[in-house]
């Protein structure tokens, strides 16, 4: 368990996308990942730069600035990646969904109530 | 064969909305606009749906609530001190609601400040300005004074040629010194560094804050007990407010004294980690260093604040409108000046620390 408070939902989908992105985590990427992740709702990109300078006040993720590039006009980009705190955060948060998908399951049956929705 | 041209957006727009952008995440979310870009009405839409977003954020990690209360509360003292703003609780309101629109601008400033410092001229005319409002201020308040038949010739002459003569060059040339002593300062972070440098360098910083805040909680809490005889013994206006002020200095230097100092290395840091602890160090000692810059002059304020407002505008002394309050107001402004130049250092200091690279091989 972290000492942290837990993990809201899109704080999870932030810490996922940067996990699964490696180290290509950066502002566009991330959010592209959050969209597949979140589909059919749609993720504002503003809102993933909020919740990515709330992480890092939380220190569950660490940023740095890349080399410049061209098809940025010259800028650098942003990078993620999880830190041991967000790592073991997310981790905390998957073991809570696992739980709340099997009580859910052993309820409706499988698989069967997803696929009725 | 030539490679396809990159769409990007015209120049103009794209200037316009990175100066809207903060400064410490421009680099990025502008870089990140333009990879977006498909057309100009897209590429606004898209900004605006983003930028306040960002702003917002910045405002939250840059705001000090303590500081603010305090700043909050000199304004109040302020403006309920100007002639102009009626007495009793429609004046007591139109103050608060004064204050809330300049800590508002100050926030918006604070988010938009950059890592780069001002020039000296710059500075100087901001000083400038800031003391002409002061003797706009006090120039008012002697006409008022004079048509109420309080104010004699020579209190008058005194305040114009001692006060703001001194005052004007004095700020702004340490202003400028400390825009210029800034300038000639050696870096000491590089561009490359192993992790043993930089830990070395973390280290340092971390003895430096350890004995900064057993000095600053040695002073506080000094501060804090000689205050408190004070109150108990002397019958002190605004009491419950004079409490709140010595229970304060007692829970800042508390909180120094068992939370001051940067906290120790992590046994498994990499370069990542210990950089990402470096960066959010620097900004919470940034930030405990405002909150003491402004709680020094807070007795102050408060002694303005239990002039003003503790009686009616007709019996307060002359002497407080024409002295003490632009002398506030100016030292007020010094220590903002002194903020706003250490956060654009760590900043600067920030950026860095986020730009440098491991050294690779011995």
């Not at chain 1, 939380?58 to 061209?70: F, G, H, N, Q, V």
């Not at chain 2, 120039?139 to 004699?152: D, G, P, Q, S, T």
């Not at chain 2, 202003?175 to 830990?199: H, N, V």
């Amino acid at each position: 368990m972290t000492d942290t408070a837990p993990l809201g939902q899109f704080e999870q989908l932030v810490l996922t996308a940067i996990l699964t992105l490696e180290e290509n985590a950066y502002g566009v990427t991330i959010h592209a990942r959050i969209e597949e992740l979140a589909a059919p709702r749609k993720i504002k990109l503003g809102a993933v730069y909020a919740t990515l300078d709330r992480l890092e006040d939380k220190r569950l993720i660490a940023s740095w600035l890349s080399e410049p590039t061209k098809e940025r006009g010259g800028r650098s980009r942003r990078h993620y990646r999880l830190e041991e705190d967000g790592e073991a955060a997310l981790r905390d948060s998957a073991q809570t969904a696992r739980r709340i998908y099997e009580t859910i399951a052993a309820r409706w049956g499988g698989l069967a109530w997803k696929l009725q929705s | 064969m030539e490679a396809p041209e990159l769409r990007s957006p015209p120049e103009r727009l794209e200037r316009l909305v990175q100066a809207l952008i903060p400064p410490a995440a421009r680099e990025a979310v502008a870089g990140d606009l333009r990879e977006l870009y498909q057309s100009s009405p897209q590429y606004i839409s898209m900004a605006a749906r983003t930028i306040p977003f960002v702003l917002i954020s910045h405002i939250r990690r840059n705001a000090n609530p303590p500081v603010l209360a305090i700043q909050g509360f000199f304004l109040f003292c302020c403006i309920m001190a100007v002639s102009l703003v009626p007495e009793g609780p429609l004046g007591r309101a139109l103050a608060v609601a004064l204050s809330a629109l300049f800590l508002i601008g100050m926030l918006l400033a604070d988010a938009y400040q950059g890592a780069d410092p001002p020039s000296p001229k710059r500075a100087i005319i901001e000083t400038i300005l800031v003391t002409a409002s002061v003797v706009m201020f006090v120039l008012h308040e002697i006409f008022a004074l004079r048509a109420a038949h309080r104010l004699a010739d020579s209190e008058f002459g005194l305040f114009m040629w001692a006060l703001v003569p001194f005052a004007m060059p004095v700020l702004a040339g340490l202003r400028a010194l400390m825009i210029l002593a800034r300038e000639r300062r050696e870096q000491l972070l590089g561009e490359r560094m192993d992790p043993s440098e930089l830990k070395a360098q973390y280290r340092h910083f971390q003895a430096q804050t350890r004995l900064r805040s057993w000095i600053q909680s040695l002073l506080l809490l000094g501060s804090a007990a000689g205050f408190a005889c004070l109150c108990a013994t002397y019958p002190v206006p605004a009491a419950a407010l004079a409490w709140s002020l010595v229970s304060i200095y007692a829970v800042v230097g508390a909180y120094l004294l068992i939370n001051g100092a940067a906290p120790g290395l992590p046994d498994k840091a990499d370069f990542l980690s210990l950089r990402s602890l470096f960066q959010s160090e620097l900004l919470r000692q940034h930030e405990i260093r405002r909150l003491i810059f402004w709680l020094w002059p807070t007795p102050l304020l408060f002694a303005v604040f239990a002039a003003v407002t503790t009686r009616p505008r007709s019996d307060i002394e002359p002497v407080l409108m024409l002295y003490a309050l632009p002398a506030t107001v100016l030292l007020c402004f010094f220590v903002a000046i002194i903020n706003r130049e250490r956060n654009s250092q760590i900043q600067e200091k920030i950026g860095i620390l986020a730009r440098m690279r491991q050294r690779q091989g011995p």
